[in-house]
């Protein structure tokens, strides 16, 4: 079973920045592409930014491109997402999964479906 813990959320104004780590264990984390997702009060979880196994290739929703930057670190197991220019629509619990199939892209992860979440980590921005 994987297990996924985020961290790194909190109350920031808006134009501040914020980074999120997971961390990732139960598989070859370095083979699998990774994603973040969000999911704000009565909307449904959306992904916001994903990365392929070989880091070579990311994807980003329309609307945190430019703003928003994932990365990853296999030595340590985990996934990154730098959140830079937040805006008060960013609030959102961030959850992030990992692919189901090794050696695939971004476009993949975009593509699936998980059952298995983390807690995930909140993100409040104020205007």
């Known amino acids: 079973q994987v297990q996924l813990v985020e961290s790194g959320g909190g109350l920031v104004q808006a134009g501040g920045s914020l980074r999120l780590s997971c961390a990732a264990s139960?598989?070859?984390?370095?083979?699998?592409?990774m994603g973040w997702f969000r999911q704000a009060p009565g909307k449904e979880r959306n992904i916001v930014a994903a990365i392929a196994w070989s880091g070579d290739s990311t994807l980003y929703a329309d609307s945190v491109k430019g703003r928003f930057t994932i990365s990853r670190d296999n030595a340590k197991n985990t996934v990154y997402l730098q959140m830079n220019s937040l805006k008060p629509d960013d609030t959102a619990v961030y959850y992030c999964?990992?692919?189901?199939?090794?050696?695939?892209?971004?476009?993949?992860?975009?593509?699936?479906?998980?059952?298995?979440w983390g807690q995930g980590t909140q993100v409040t921005v104020s205007s």
């Open positions: 999964n990992i692919d189901h199939f090794p050696r695939r892209g971004p476009q993949d992860m975009a593509k699936s479906t998980f059952d298995n």
């Open positions: 139960g598989r070859a984390f370095m083979m699998y592409a």
